[in-house]
């Protein structure tokens, strides 16, 4: 399977934005529907957005994180970005990417995660 490598995270204040990077190894992710997810304290692990393996279909999981994040990917790089902008307390969590689930099964290994703080 493939590797993921997730950055950018960090502590931030609210009304920032901040770009999350998802480097991938080992597989090339325009072969597969890509995906970002969160878990926050207490809660279990939710999609947050995805984007299909040619870049035309989009979803975002609520109105909210529609308006205030932006998936992307770099197929050259093999690279998934996420941006959210416009952040308040809510967007506190561990940020990792992965296919989407499809037959029973994630296509990559997870990877360690990137975090994601804000402070008021």
């Known amino acids: 399977q493939g590797q993921l490598d997730e950055s950018g995270g960090g502590l931030v204040q609210a009304g920032s934005s901040l770009r999350l990077s998802c480097a991938a190894s080992?597989?090339?992710?325009?072969?597969?529907?890509m995906a970002w997810y969160r878990q926050a304290p207490g809660k279990e692990r939710e999609i947050v957005a995805s984007?299909?393996?040619?870049?035309?279909?989009?979803?975002y999981a609520t109105y909210s994180v529609k308006h205030k994040f932006t998936i992307t990917m770099d197929n050259a790089k093999n690279t998934l970005y996420l941006k959210i902008n416009s952040m308040d307390h809510e967007d506190t969590a561990m940020y990792c990417c992965?296919?989407?689930?499809?037959?029973?099964?994630?296509?990559?290994?997870w990877g360690p995660g990137t975090q994601v703080t804000v402070s008021s």
């Open positions: 992965n296919t989407s689930y499809h037959n029973g099964q994630y296509y990559f290994n």
């Open positions: 984007i299909s393996w040619s870049g035309g279909n989009i979803n």
């Open positions: 080992g597989r090339n992710i325009s072969d597969y529907n």
